[in-house]
């Protein structure tokens, strides 16, 4: 079982906020405590540099992460989303500053995105804060190592592709280590324990601190596990799509496993960005929400209900809808850890706050009841997508 004792390099990072607090306190002559009580009294922003951590697995991160899930837009020096939002490389690099010196230990990003766009300005953005922060990213797509293009077979974990994008990762994140490496899908075609063998040599080399899967099925799971202790496991976790309930969850708390939520916002659907008239663009890129089928035109007015329910508790504890998402998985279990998206600075702010929000044991049973009358209608993902989660690898030969 994963020990929950193993804080070595990750206290790096998650220290220098509280070493930052005891230099600043020293520097003052007032004791930490107090200190720590007049900042978490004063601004979010100030409150998130000194606030509480959270156990991920064996690591421990502020509660809110950040994802930098980023490709290049059809204009020159113009970086997109996979939605509708757009900014530019120095801005998602004045980002990634912002949310580490407001206090965000977990970045996540992947070879994918971009592909390899948002890796290189990850390490762009990380270079004097490298230290301070946990660097997630991941591999399991089969792209081209120099034309960036996805190879037919879509996914490879084979060990010889794995060492190689360890590699190029290294390179475009200009670190010697990757914090927490995760497979972006389980490959069909390669046992889980050859892949987490090479990921075991990977750490026992220094080049890698830990491992997650994505989207992984259940027994592929406790396969891995057996084959080396897992750290996280990162799935799709919202007021949105609460699949992970039925059994991941239970699972990660049995074989204590940290809990990444991607897409915790519902794809900005929760943060308010999305109306029953709502209609996502198809070219010249494309919003993931023009193909999803929850986003689709004939159930989005019924789906709306769940806007609707957020944004009533966001005036009721007078927080922003996007805080009182983040803050109801944080209220779910103490090692979940959302990772949102944002290209805008005032976003990340919101966000961040969601680490200071609380909900009361009757106001949670509350939500919790709300939300359970509530049915989201159309499927979570395109088909093409949805298919390659909650796949079980191959046994071993
Ligand atoms: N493992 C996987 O397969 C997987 C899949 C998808 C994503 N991920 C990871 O999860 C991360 C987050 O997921 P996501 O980006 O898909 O979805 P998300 O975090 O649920 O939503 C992002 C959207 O919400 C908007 N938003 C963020 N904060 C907001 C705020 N305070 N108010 C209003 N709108 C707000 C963003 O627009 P603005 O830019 O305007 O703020 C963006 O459109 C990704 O960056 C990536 O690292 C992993």
């Excluded at 946990?134 to 077979?153: A, N, Y």
């Excluded at 600075?345 to 919790?368: I, K």
């Amino acid at each position: 079982m994963t020990s929950y004792t193993d804080r070595s390099s990750s206290s790096d990072a998650v220290d220098a906020p509280r070493r930052q607090l005891l230099a600043t306190a020293a520097l003052l002559g007032v004791a930490p405590s107090l200190l720590s009580a007049c900042a978490s009294a004063a601004t979010t922003a100030t409150s998130a540099a000194v606030g509480a951590r959270r156990r991920l697995g064996p690591l421990e991160v502020f509660p809110v992460g950040l994802g930098c899930q980023w490709r290049q837009g059809t204009a020159p020096g113009v970086v997109v989303d996979s939605y509708s939002s757009a900014f530019d490389r120095p801005s998602a690099i004045r980002l990634i500053h912002e949310a580490v010196d407001r206090g965000v230990t977990l970045i996540d990003t992947a070879e994918a995105y971009g592909p390899f766009l948002s890796e290189e300005i990850v390490g762009e953005a990380l270079q004097g804060r490298r230290d301070r922060v946990v660097l997630e990213t991941k591999f399991g797509f089969d792209i081209d190592p120099v034309s960036g293009q996805r190879r037919p077979g879509r996914l490879n974990s084979r060990p010889e592709h794995i060492r190689a994008v360890v590699e190029a990762q290294l390179k475009r994140l200009r670190t010697d280590r990757i914090d927490v490496l995760i497979q972006h899908r389980v490959d069909p075609q390669v046992p889980i324990e050859e892949v987490v063998g090479t990921l075991k040599d990977l750490i026992r080399a220094g080049k890698l601190r830990h491992y997650g899967l994505s989207e992984p099925g259940l027994q592929t799971v406790r396969r891995a596990h057996a084959e080396h202790p897992m750290a996280v496991i990162q799935n799709e976790y919202s007021m949105l799509w609460r699949g992970p309930e039925a059994a991941v969850l239970p699972l990660c708390e049995e074989l204590g496993i940290g809990f990444v939520c991607w897409s915790p916002l519902g794809m900005g659907f929760l943060a308010g960005g999305v109306q029953a008239d709502s209609r996502f663009k198809t070219a010249p890129v494309t919003d993931f929400r023009a193909i999803s089928p929850r986003f689709a035109p004939e159930v989005l007015p019924a789906n709306m209900a769940l806007v609707d329910l957020v944004r009533d508790w966001a005036q009721r504890k007078s927080a922003t809808p996007s805080q009182v998402a983040l803050a109801w998985l944080l209220s779910r279990k103490p090692w979940i850890v959302p990772i949102p998206g944002t290209t805008n600075a005032a976003h990340l702010h919101q966000n961040l706050g969601a680490a200071e929000l609380r909900f009361t044991p009757a106001e949670r049973a509350e939500l919790d009841a709300a939300l359970g009358a509530i049915r989201i209608q159309g499927d979570r993902l395109p088909p093409a997508v949805a298919l390659m989660s909650g796949v079980e690898a191959p046994p071993k030969p």
